[in-house]
């Protein structure tokens, strides 16, 4: 069963397609990385998943119904971009998820901060940017959703925050729900995969389970990601 669906789906800007004929199925349950280089579509493809961009062509839909309200909900987005506004204390931004997100789980976001020995009155203006990026991704994990997508979670970090990140990602989204990662830093997401959707261009040039893929070619996905992008700018 697959949970969104993308139906002939092009994205243009001006005389510029970002997005060609994008036809797609995320599937329930699968941890799924979605890879290429700058430039590909990949954070494109996910705003249109998130309703903050609109098809040119082509439709999107979520568990068989258009997106909207619903799959509003059921989605727990990541942006490459911070959101959170810095004027705020930890406890006022859990605040506002909780007054904001009906599925947010308190609890279980005060759990993880916890763990990082994060004081909830620290303003996060104070905070260093890895531990904004662990507060954003800790944010998003705590929403009981069906879909998680990151866009680019591990890009601009340390490799001991890139640790925790994955270490977090692996073990806090809710058991049967979906996480499409996007990322072009194949090797250190690589071990959490089990699907992988290749972007270039605009156009899906290769879909197919990780094992699978690893087991046909006798490689990493690392490095087929390297052979298949190897001239990509």
Do not use: C, W
Not at 52 to 76: D, M, Y
């Amino acid at each position: 069963m697959s949970l969104l669906q993308y139906h002939h789906v092009s994205k243009r800007f001006g005389n510029t397609t970002v997005l060609d004929n994008i036809n797609l199925e995320i599937p329930t349950g699968k941890i799924i990385g979605l890879l290429g280089p700058n430039g590909a579509g990949k954070s494109t493809l996910i705003k249109l998943a998130n309703t903050l961009l609109t098809p040119t062509t082509g439709n999107i839909t979520f568990q068989n119904q258009p997106l909207g309200v619903a799959s509003k909900t059921e989605i727990a987005y990541l942006p490459e971009r911070t959101y959170l506004d810095k004027t705020r204390t930890i406890r006022q931004t859990l605040d506002f998820f909780q007054n904001f997100y009906h599925n947010f789980d308190r609890a279980k976001a005060e759990r993880l901060l916890d763990d990082l020995d994060l004081q909830l009155d620290t303003q996060i203006l104070h905070m260093s940017k890895g531990m904004q990026e662990k507060l954003q991704l800790i944010l998003v994990l705590s929403r009981h959703v069906k879909l998680y997508i990151l866009d680019e979670p591990l890009g601009g970090i340390d490799p001991a925050a890139r640790d925790y990140i994955l270490d977090t990602i692996l073990t806090n989204f809710d058991e049967g729900a979906s996480v499409l990662i996007s990322t072009h830093l194949i090797a250190d997401i690589e071990k959490l995969l089990d699907e992988v959707i290749f972007l270039q261009n605009g156009k899906i040039i290769l879909q197919d389970d990780a094992d699978h893929l690893r087991a046909q070619t006798q490689t990493s996905i690392d490095e087929i990601f390297r052979k298949e992008f190897k001239n990509a700018r």
